[in-house]
């Protein structure tokens, strides 16, 4: 019972100190923006004028909120002689005025055992940060935390199997590539690396991971 209670302790250890990360460098990026908003440098510059002298502020970010908001749906397919995968997530990002997104969303897995014949599946969801390098080349890092559902024993004689369930995290560095159809429409390409992969029990086929996104 001890090892099991400082098992379980330094897992909730761990997931807190990963979402202690993330949320850091979100409100870096935050304050990144904020810091080099044209608006913050205008009133640096206008410091001390008077009312009167001071000239109208025409570089404030005014565009509407929703224009603001990008919506994707990511997905993964994956197929081998011994199993299917299949990842879903719907996501909405905040884009800022100038290279950086934030934005989160829920995060749906399905994996089916082909030798054993078992379908099992997994819930949970994500909070990530992007940063556009070019129009079409971009950064990308998210922190997932999944609900996983695996294989924990089979029934030597009935063959009976039994599933359990175990929270899994995972943490991705990627890059990507987003190709543009519209102004407000494109598809997303990336190739994924969890550095937190364990083969026990991540949902996962491998430490790398393909996704294709829709953005609307």
């Not at 202690?20 to 206008?46: E, F, G, R």
């Not at 599946?121 to 971009?138: D, E, H, I, M, P």
């Not at 063959?159 to 359990?164: A, D, L, Q, V």
């Not at 369930?165 to 990627?174: H, N, P």
Request: charged fraction near 20%; include cysteine; hydrophobic fraction near 35%.
């Amino acid at each position: 019972m001890t090892n099991v209670f400082h098992g379980n302790k330094e897992n909730i250890q761990r997931r807190i100190y990963l979402l202690l990360i993330c949320s850091v460098a979100l409100s870096l990026n935050v304050i990144a923006q904020i810091q080099n908003s044209p608006a913050l440098k205008t009133d640096s510059l206008n410091k001390g004028t008077t009312a009167s002298q001071a000239p109208v502020r025409n570089n404030v970010d005014s565009r509407p909120f929703f224009q603001r908001l990008d919506f994707d749906i990511n997905t993964s397919f994956w197929i081998n002689p011994s199993s299917i995968f299949f990842e879903f997530s719907p996501v909405v990002a905040y884009r800022f005025p100038k290279i950086i997104s934030i934005g989160a969303g829920p995060a749906y897995i399905y994996n089916r055992d082909r030798k054993q014949e078992v379908n099992l599946s997994g819930w949970g969801g994500k909070v990530f940060s992007r940063a556009r390098l070019t129009n079409w080349f971009y950064a990308y890092t998210e922190y997932q935390g999944i609900n996983n559902q695996y294989i924990s024993g089979i029934n030597s004689s009935t063959n009976e199997i039994t599933k359990s369930k175990e929270y899994v995290d995972c943490w991705f560095l990627s890059l990507g590539v987003n190709l543009r159809i519209s102004k407000r429409r494109g598809i997303n390409m990336q190739a994924l690396y969890d550095v937190l992969y364990n083969k026990e029990t991540s949902p996962y086929y491998g430490a790398w991971t393909y996704r294709i996104g829709f953005g609307f």
